[in-house]
């Protein structure tokens, strides 16, 4: 079992910055990537970035040049820098684990609240 907990979402003004972490506890051995997915009111969860056991990163074209995902494998944990926020990117965060290239994602952390307004 792997056990996920995020941390850093808040209240942030249009352009302004936050930092997601992610802690990994359990059977990280067993993880060969790692992900960030939001939801937002009313829309379906949708993909955000992935980095995988390798430090490969992959992000959706609507977060692109603003989103940076990083881990730190010392502290086990797994970064989101957001910069550029835009209101469109309010939404709860969620990070997730996946055991095998090309499945689906198989731990979910309990999600961290990001909201962009003035």
């Known amino acids: 079992q792997v056990q996920l907990a995020e941390s850093g979402g808040g209240l942030v003004q249009p352009g302004g910055s936050l930092r997601l972490s992610c802690v990994v506890s359990?059977?990280?051995?067993?993880?060969?990537?790692m992900g960030w997915y939001r939801q937002a009111p009313g829309k379906q969860r949708e993909w955000v970035a992935t980095?995988?056991?390798?430090?490969?990163?992959n992000y959706a074209d609507s977060v692109k040049g603003r989103f940076t995902i990083s881990r730190d494998n010392a502290k086990n944990t797994v970064y989101l820098q957001m910069n550029s926020l835009k209101p469109e990117d309010t939404a709860v965060y969620y990070c997730?684990?996946?055991?095998?290239?090309?499945?689906?994602?198989?731990?979910w952390g309990q999600g961290t609240q990001v909201t962009v307004s003035s």
């Open positions: 997730a684990a996946q055991r095998s290239a090309g499945k689906a994602y198989d731990y």
């Open positions: 359990g059977s990280i051995f067993t993880i060969y990537a």
């Open positions: 980095i995988t056991r390798g430090h490969n990163t």
